[in-house]
């Protein structure tokens, strides 16, 4: 018996250990088209946001013929998503730059709003360096020679609290600088810029900066940095004014500590895109240049835009100029950039088959995720029935939620799922997630099966769910669904054959998380505390609990 148990342990972990490193090498059927936003219009021409999703404090880089975009990922795991691109309109994950968030410890627990911040690529001497903040406890790099890794483990640049936005520069001569802000939250102060000098290795900072620039007169707030030269002046791009109703900065002078000019190259002006800043600029092939930003959006998050860019006297103009002011604003529909040739439609993933042996590069959950918290099969995903901390107050504290980001501004998402619950109060099904949330799932009580609803307002205070049981459900086969319409209202339903759908009569209002958009994804959960039968707590677990067999999931 015991040597069968180790067997079972052993085929366990050789599934889940790896599971996340696979991710990064495995792609999905390429191309992905999404169903619900396409940025491209098939005509030459595209419209923003070019990715209706919260890829928030996006940077960019061309490497060749091939363009990559990183984002904030702040607690969500896998880390630092990466995109590709051949013409920076259609785009696709294709990996994560971290498989967990360190401190490993640390971020086994939920931390909203904490960890991977504003991060920078770039490309120098054959290698891909990711700079990323983590704003309690400093700048990070980590290094490849592959987009798809394997990327190093992130070395401490400067440690500290409250460093934030970090963005490398190599100038002509072979030295390297560093450029960031500071958050006020952590750091104490906030709305300057400073300029670092580096090693050789571009691994450590080796002074303690100039501050270039004070933002508190004319530009509060001022962060994101992004270094660049060009014609001998240094550029310093940097979004000011906060993240709703902000505008985008450019700072240039000959000499890298400055003193810097100042010009605002791009404002919202007569557009209804708000806070139109914070990104990279990126030049083709063929010597256009563009940039690339976010748009705050609310539940939606910060979405992305792509802008024609111009360069006048040295200085950038973002969007179109339509007063000759020197300031553009941003464009709805324009023509694609010129890469010399067109390449087919795609979007970054949403649906899911779970067909493979690893779940899609969309997923992402809310910590550092344990072995006993899924496994795959070659048909479908399998979430455990895990036990939710005595410490959890609610789901806006609870790791093993596996999330990804609104796709779109209206959307249906439906999943099909067989629950094969183990305890009384095992649950599993579709959430929305947010400072508030709802669900529906299906819940294990001593009498049977139900249907459950639940609404938990102001969950990132603290307060507790409101829980509804619809129904009893005597199949372990359901379909979920929730229809997401303007403004981020949300309407459950669920059905047994996928035709015939029962609604939920009240509706729900998505809300944003922390520094990040609402987030659609399922769970699988429990309440009650088994003592272990061997030594080992998680086949304990499994061999009590229940499961809940995620054939699919779709958005439509």
């Known amino acids: 018996m015991k040597q069968f148990v180790g067997i079972i342990i052993s085929m366990f972990i050789a599934v889940t250990a790896t599971a996340q490193e696979r991710r990064q090498i495995n792609k999905p059927d390429f191309p992905y088209v999404s169903k619900v936003w396409v940025a491209d ?41 990466i995109l590709h691109s051949k013409d920076l309109v259609n785009w696709t994950i294709i990996g994560h730059a971290l498989n967990r968030q360190i401190p490993i410890d640390h971020f086994s627990s939920v931390q909203h709003g904490n960890g991977v911040w504003a991060p920078s690529i770039r490309y120098h001497n054959n ?8 704003p309690d406890y400093g700048i990070y790099l980590t290094k490849a020679t592959n987009i798809t890794g394997p990327w190093s483990k992130p070395v401490l640049v400067q440690a ?16 390297a600088y560093l450029v960031h802000a500071y958050a006020g939250s952590r750091a104490g102060i906030k709305s300057i810029i400073v300029v670092k000098k580096l090693n050789s290795s571009a691994d450590k900072v080796v002074d303690s900066g100039i501050i270039v620039y004070d933002g508190h007169k004319d530009d509060p707030t001022i962060e994101g940095p992004k270094f660049y030269k060009r014609n001998g002046y240094y550029y310093i791009f940097a979004p000011a004014g906060g993240v709703t109703m902000g505008w985008q900065l450019v700072l240039r002078s000959k000499n890298v500590y400055g003193p810097y000019e100042r010009k605002v190259v791009m404002d919202q002006g007569s557009t209804n895109i708000n806070g139109p800043h914070q990104g990279a600029w990126v030049q083709t092939q063929t010597g256009e240049d563009w940039f690339i930003h976010f748009q705050d959006k609310g539940a939606y998050g910060r979405i992305v835009h792509l ?17 000759t002011n020197g300031k553009g604003e941003p464009v709805l529909n324009y023509k694609k950039p010129n890469v010399g ?22 997923w992402q959950w809310q910590a550092n995720p344990k072995d006993n918290w899924a496994k795959t099969t070659d048909h479908s995903l399998i979430l455990h029935a895990v036990n939710i901390s005595d410490a959890a107050k609610n789901y806006w504290y609870v790791p093993n939620i596996l999330l990804q980001k609104f796709p779109a501004e209206e959307f249906t998402a439906t999943t099909k799922l067989y629950f094969d619950p183990g305890d009384t109060s095992d649950r599993a099904g579709l959430i929305i997630m947010g ?6 799932s299906l819940i294990k009580k001593p009498d049977g099966m139900y249907i459950d609803y639940a609404i938990c307002k102001q969950a990132d205070k603290g307060l507790s769910e409101t829980d509804t049981l619809l129904e009893k459900f005597n199949s372990h086969d359901i379909y979920l669904q929730v229809t997401v319409t303007k403004n981020a209202v949300c309407n459950f339903s669920y059905s047994k054959d996928n035709i015939h759908y029962r609604s939920i009569a009240a509706s729900f209002t998505a809300k944003p998380g922390r520094w990040i958009g609402a987030k659609i994804g399922l769970f699988c959960t429990s309440t009650e505390h088994i003592a272990p039968v061997h030594d080992n707590d998680a086949v304990a677990s499994m061999s009590i609990h229940g499961d809940a067999y995620i054939d699919w999931f779709r958005i439509e």
């Not at 400072?435 to 529906?440: C, G, K, P, T, V």
């Open 160 to 175: 500290g609290k409250g460093l934030i936005d970090p963005c490398p520069l190599w100038d002509d001569n072979g030295n």
């Open 341 to 362: 040739t067109t390449y087919p439609i795609c979007s970054p993933q949403e649906s899911d088959e779970f067909n493979d042996t690893t779940f899609g590069l969309q």
């Open 307 to 323: 802008q024609p860019m111009q360069w006048k006297n040295d200085w950038p103009i973002i969007g179109l100029d339509k007063d």
């Open 435 to 440: 400072a508030d949330y709802a669900s529906l």
């Open 127 to 134: 290698e891909l360096y990711i700079y990323y903040p983590d």
């Open 41 to 81: 219009d098939g005509d030459g021409t595209y419209k923003n946001p070019i990715i209706h999703a919260d890829y928030s404090d996006p940077d960019a880089i061309r490497v060749g013929d091939d363009y990559y975009m990183i984002a904030s990922s702040f607690d969500a795991v896998p880390c630092l998503p």
